[in-house]
């Protein structure tokens, strides 16, 4: 199907993918979908992966400061998620994306949904059980990155149909800002205190978390390009959009309301 779809679009920008009529994507798309497919289905040495396909993900996402982390478990708990979240941030520990991340830039395409994909399916991994349900913390952000999901979707639609969800927190520039730099000033203090005391451990104290400039870039590519494309996994999966401003348990109610009427 996927060589199939690259025939297609030798000539054209887009093209109907499916039978179904709902479906579009990009050439771009799917020749990087399918350069991150064969990476993760066969070892170095060319042998085919063993792989763990999940019944249904649940894709978080939000604006900066959102609190995607703190609400997570509130989503967790609502939808009966038991697996540890996997946290895209922490995927990006080299060295080259933690310069683009302190920049407020996001990560390249690929490489990111490499390291997300690997996750979903185990590879790498000596966890080989079968995991029923996965949040994914941070992924995606660009509409490259939409499109992999729906032809990973499409991939496996008549094998093990992947159920898919998307749960997107929102705030406005300004609580955006505030809430960046205060989480900034708490991790100074705490680290502060740990150097003093010798007791607990450093975080990480992100440039985006300490200069306003920095912080309102990040919120605004959010809004050029990462809500975007966001919305437009509206197409193809379940989609919540929360209002991420107030109170922990103002939002935490909103999330459950919403994701209870699914």
């Known amino acids: 199907m996927l060589n199939q779809g690259m025939d ?15 479906f579009v994507t990009s050439i771009e798309a799917i020749f990087l979908f ?8 066969r070892d170095d040495y060319g042998n085919v992966r063993e792989i763990t396909v999940p019944a249904h993900i649940v894709w978080v996402n939000g604006a900066p400061g959102a609190g995607k982390g703190t609400n997570t478990r509130n989503i967790m708990r609502t939808m009966g998620i038991f697996t540890r979240p996997i946290v895209v941030s922490d995927l990006l520990d080299d060295a080259g994306f933690r310069k683009k991340i302190d920049q407020g830039m996001l990560v390249d395409d690929e490489a990111v ?36 999901i729906q032809l990973l979707q ?3 639609r008549k094998t093990l149909p992947i159920k898919m969800t998307s749960v997107v927190l929102l ?75 107030g109170s922990f348990d103002e939002i935490k109610l909103r999330i459950s309301e919403a994701l209870k009427r699914r």
Not at 8 to 22: H, I, S, V
Not at 34 to 41: A, I, P
């Open 113 to 148: 949904t490499l390291l997300v994909f690997e996750q979903i399916f185990n590879v790498n991994s000596d966890r080989k059980s079968n995991r029923k349900s996965i949040i994914i913390d941070g992924y995606p952000r660009t509409k490259l990155q939409v499109d992999c």
């Open 8 to 22: 297609l679009l030798k000539e054209k920008r887009y093209e109907e993918f499916t039978n179904n009529g709902y």
């Open 171 to 245: 705030i406005d520039e300004r609580t955006s800002i505030q809430r960046q730099l205060a989480r900034g000033q708490n991790a100074l203090e705490h680290n502060k205190k740990v150097s003093q005391e010798g007791v607990g451990d450093l975080i990480e104290v992100r440039s985006t978390d300490r200069d306003p400039t920095i912080a309102r870039n990040r919120y605004k590519i959010f809004c050029d390009e990462t809500y975007n494309a966001l919305k437009l996994l509206k197409r193809f999966m379940d989609y919540y959009s929360i209002d991420a401003k």
């Open 154 to 156: 499409m991939k496996w």
């Open 34 to 41: 399918d350069r991150v497919w064969n990476k993760l289905s």
